[in-house]
């Protein structure tokens, strides 16, 4: 146990099952299965989490009902999956890790573009978000779904499972049974506080009549869903009371937000504060009574650091701390803290990116700053040392960069890192004076400390030259130089020495600390979520603050959990949005005035009193070296946004791959 965390790493149990420290995954959609199967990468990330010292794992929504057909959801509501069940549970249960499988529907709910013609529901009443009107469930097909629930779960228990969940919350089926704004039926499933929690409630007793009292039973409920006309704290206490009253549920926790305008509230980002539902907690835990005087409670929402869990444990607020991405960014995170290797750990900086990779993309789990997610070694991860080692170059500094580094430089290679700047992080370290921005450090700082554990050296300040690189005698360079934004073309050459890109421009306003006279405008093509951060910046520095961008929307190439959170700031702070615009320069920008042109129909507007101007558009990769390394003979590789602008997680995919080819 370690000394610094004594409440965290103390014994709990549910369900007559011990829990070997209060730490929990939550469950998170890996994407990984195959056709309704198990795979490989998928017990790998499950063990791994278990390995590195989680004492419970919740896995993602499983198909638990004959309805339910979605390709990457592990089959079990049949005998077909038994063996890849098995071996899920022994993956986990092996390291003294409690696994539950996960029940839930999605209903109605849906973040994906389109809409989808097979959802179910408790009433024909379109999903906020999407527009998704579903087929009402008839009360024989209620009862068939919960049938299956039951004979499901008890399939798992077989299969070595310690439990299930029952996922209430988030906007889903059984939420949108919960809550009065999507449940307008006027049978035995609607209309009073009993009606509507009668589908939770029968679900529960079915599952523990069919698995008995040794199987622990968790419930994930709604605290705070965020929809006008839903459920609200004061609702959420009496559906918690409801559904706890008779003491059959093992532990609750409390999900935020719902499919609509507060989907954000789900994953919580780097806008707010750590730890943000802990008042609600505070609020809601005396409802969950319970036979015996209460239930354990669970506490998630932006939980990322050991002493946060604890003190959250210590004060009395939770019994159990329920860590998701926290845990795919660093399945060691356990382990670590019992360790007192707090300072080891690989940080979740909040970005929802892990989200956004499955959501829209529909592929696997991914991190920013973890790029082994789900591979065979990827616990306390550090390289086998080559038996030949190699003199390499890096030229830069930024995220690419810094992955390149430490990877290569743990694998025993001599490495050394130019860097134009005097700091390490690159664009990134921009970012994290940004507004939301703060926890991207962690990610640059965790390459730092291995890179300089490993016996990197760095040349930092200095604009490194081919002859500065060739002087070194390199067997091979990795180029991790980035990418510059491009002057738009309504911009001419000369007027380039005025205006410069946003984040050139940043730097400059960076030391201001009192507020300015006149406006400043972000001209927007690059639609990145650090655009709208300077924009709240710069509306903080100054009197008006104006974003122009030619598409018909902002935010567009964002999570959909960060568009909202974008809208939603930019709206509340009063910045000033102007769609299918696109200013016209003239030399009457020197007095203060910037044109602006309806893009379609040519109509004028005139910004008056500019005190900042700039432009934030696509970039292009700065391969400046690439010839001239190359012309001499050297293996020269690009990584990051000098191979192709894009992502954090690109950049350190990239850079790790980089350090394990040489």
Not at 113 to 136: F, H, K, Q, Y
Request: overall charge neutral; glycine content about 10%; proline content about 6%.
């Amino acid at each position: 146990m370690s000394n610094g965390y004594p409440t965290l790493f103390s014994p709990f149990t549910l369900a007559g099952k011990r829990l070997k420290n209060r730490i929990v995954h939550a469950s998170m959609t890996t994407r990984m299965g195959e056709k309704g199967r198990v795979s490989e990468r998928q017990l790998h990330y499950y063990g791994n989490r278990a390995r590195g010292g989680a004492a419970m794992i919740v896995t993602e929504p499983l198909s638990m009902a004959r309805h339910q057909h979605i390709p990457y959801k592990i089959v079990a509501y049949n005998d077909d999956k038994l063996d890849g069940l098995k071996r899920w549970a022994d993956a986990v249960e092996a390291h003294d890790c409690r696994l539950l499988g996960q029940i839930q529907d999605p209903g109605r709910g849906r973040h994906e573009i389109g809409r989808n013609p097979e959802a179910v529901g408790a009433s024909a009443l379109p999903d906020d978000l999407s527009g998704t009107v579903p087929r009402p469930l008839t009360v024989d097909e209620i009862h068939r779904m919960n049938d299956d629930f039951a004979q499901s779960a008890a399939r798992l228990k077989r299969c070595g499972f310690s439990g299930v969940e029952i996922s209430a919350g988030h906007g889903h089926l059984f939420h949108q049974f919960l809550s009065p704004w999507s449940n307008a039926r006027d049978d035995e499933y609607g209309g009073d506080l009993a009606g509507r929690t009668r589908l939770v409630s029968e679900m529960i007793a079915g599952v523990r009549s069919a698995c008995g009292k040794d199987f622990i039973l968790g419930l994930k409920l709604p605290g705070d869903d965020g929809v006008p006309g839903g459920i609200g704290p004061d609702q959420a206490a009496q559906i918690a009371a409801q559904l706890t009253r008779s003491g059959t549920v093992d532990y609750v926790t409390l999900a935020q937000g719902s499919h609509a305008r507060s989907l954000e509230m789900h994953v919580p980002d780097g806008y707010g504060p750590r730890a943000p539902y802990l008042p609600l907690f505070r609020a809601l835990r005396k409802a969950l009574n319970g036979v015996s005087g209460g239930v354990p409670l669970m506490a998630l929402g932006r939980i990322t650091d050991p002493a946060e869990a604890d003190a959250i444990l210590a004060s009395g607020d939770a019994e159990l701390v329920q860590l998701g991405r926290a845990l795919v960014a660093d399945p060691a995170w356990p382990a670590k803290a019992a360790q007192d290797r707090a300072h080891d750990i690989r940080y979740c900086v909040s970005c929802n990116s892990c989200w956004y990779v499955g959501a829209a993309f529909h592929q696997p789990l991914s991190c920013d700053n973890n790029p082994r997610v789900g591979q065979a070694n990827e616990v306390d991860y550090w390289p086998v040392p080559v038996p030949a080692k190699k003199r390499v170059v890096i030229v830069g500094a930024g995220v690419a960069g810094m992955e390149a580094t430490w990877t290569a430089a743990a694998r025993g290679h001599e490495v050394t890192v130019f860097s134009r700047s005097r700091d390490v992080g690159g664009k990134a370290r921009l970012r994290a004076l940004l507004p939301g921005g703060e926890a991207i450090s962690s990610i640059y700082d965790y390459q730092h400390t291995a890179a300089l554990r490993a016996g990197a050296r760095f040349e930092l300040g200095v604009a490194a030259t081919a002859n500065d690189v060739l002087a070194l005698k390199p067997d091979t360079v990795i180029l991790a130089t980035g990418a510059n934004m491009v002057a738009p073309r309504w911009l001419p050459s000369y007027a380039q020495e005025m205006v410069s890109d946003l984040r050139t421009s940043m730097q400059g306003v960076l030391h201001i600390k009192h507020r300015q006279p006149g406006t400043a405008v972000i001209y927007d093509m690059d639609q990145s979520e650090g655009t709208y951060a300077s924009a709240e910046l710069l509306r903080q520095l100054f009197e008006r603050a104006v974003i122009v961008t030619p598409r018909d929307a902002i935010a567009e190439e964002t999570a959909m959990v960060t568009h909202q959170g974008i809208n939603r700031r930019l709206s509340a702070t009063g910045i000033e949005v102007m769609t299918l615009a696109e200013p016209r320069w003239s030399d009457d920008f020197e007095n203060g005035h910037l044109e602006i042109t309806q893009v379609y129909t040519g109509e004028k507007t005139v910004l008056r009193n500019v005190a900042f101007f700039a432009y934030a558009t696509p970039r292009a990769p700065d391969i400046t070296l690439a010839t001239p390394l190359r012309a001499a003979g050297i293996e020269v590789q690009l990584i990051g946004d000098c191979l192709a602008p894009r992502t954090v997680m690109a950049a350190t995919s990239e850079g790790h791959a980089a350090g394990h080819a040489i």
